[in-house]
């Protein structure tokens, strides 16, 4: 039982550049999380999943898309990569009947 | 909307010792959860320990007590018997049940907190 899993771990993008952040859970948990911390702060939330096939955006979705095809996968694709980007995103997943959410390890995303 | 507040950006402890950390939350929503979220240099997100807000009796885990005062939307964590282990940062989190489409979590800005030795 791996729990959540995030590829990668460090990335380097150059300004416009894309890419997109993996993010696998082996729980079976419906609910998924994408959130960003930026450097001394709380996390924010980017995107969600209640279910495969159902997203929604949270409170800093811009220059951010996911997707949803399967309740593993929760994959978060950034397009034309902006330095405000430059941040740690973690991946979460919780199933329906509780409020725990288990996080990934992160990904340290630098864009220059 | 909610708003979280950690007003200690850093507190440091001696090992063996006893330290809390301050959260407060400003809400109109009657039915939620509070979290603390340990975070580690390894980055990794830890849940140390949770209190739903309609039980009155605080959460404890081990060495990690909460003192949920709900009327004064306070929320603070105790550490006793401090290890070295424990240093760390440290994130207060809310989550409202009702009223929040998929139930997201809103974040403190954090405390860093180190023991030393």
């Known amino acids: 039982n791996a729990g959540v899993t995030q590829t990668p771990k460090f990335r380097i993008l150059k300004i416009g550049q894309s890419m997109t952040l993996q993010c696998t859970q082996d729980?079976?948990?419906?609910?998924m999380y994408w959130y960003r911390q930026d450097p001394g702060m709380g996390l924010k939330l980017i995107y969600y999943?209640?279910?495969?096939?159902?997203?929604d955006k949270g409170e800093v979705p811009n220059g951010y898309n996911v997707s949803r095809s399967t309740t593993e996968d929760f994959p978060l694709r950034l397009e034309l990569a902006a330095p405000s980007q430059t941040s740690v995103y973690f991946c979460a997943s919780r199933r329906a009947s509780s409020y725990e959410q288990y996080f990934g390890p992160g990904t340290r995303l630098t864009v220059t | 909307a909610q708003t979280v507040t950690q007003s200690q950006p850093e507190m440091s402890v001696q090992e063996a010792e006893t330290v809390t950390l301050s959260c407060t939350y400003d809400t109109s929503e009657s039915n939620y959860y509070l979290f603390w979220y340990k975070q580690p240099p390894s980055r990794q997100m830890i849940l140390v320990i949770r209190q739903e807000a309609y039980k009155q009796q605080n959460a404890t885990e081990n060495r990690f007590s909460v003192n949920f005062q709900k009327a004064a939307k306070s929320f603070s964590l105790k550490i006793s018997d401090s290890q070295l282990g424990d240093t760390a940062m440290y994130f207060c989190a809310f989550l409202a049940t009702v009223n929040n489409a998929g139930n997201m979590l809103t974040f403190g800005g954090g405390t860093r907190l180190m023991v030393k030795p």
């Open positions: 729980m079976n948990h419906n609910y």
């Open positions: 999943s209640v279910g495969a096939g159902i997203t």
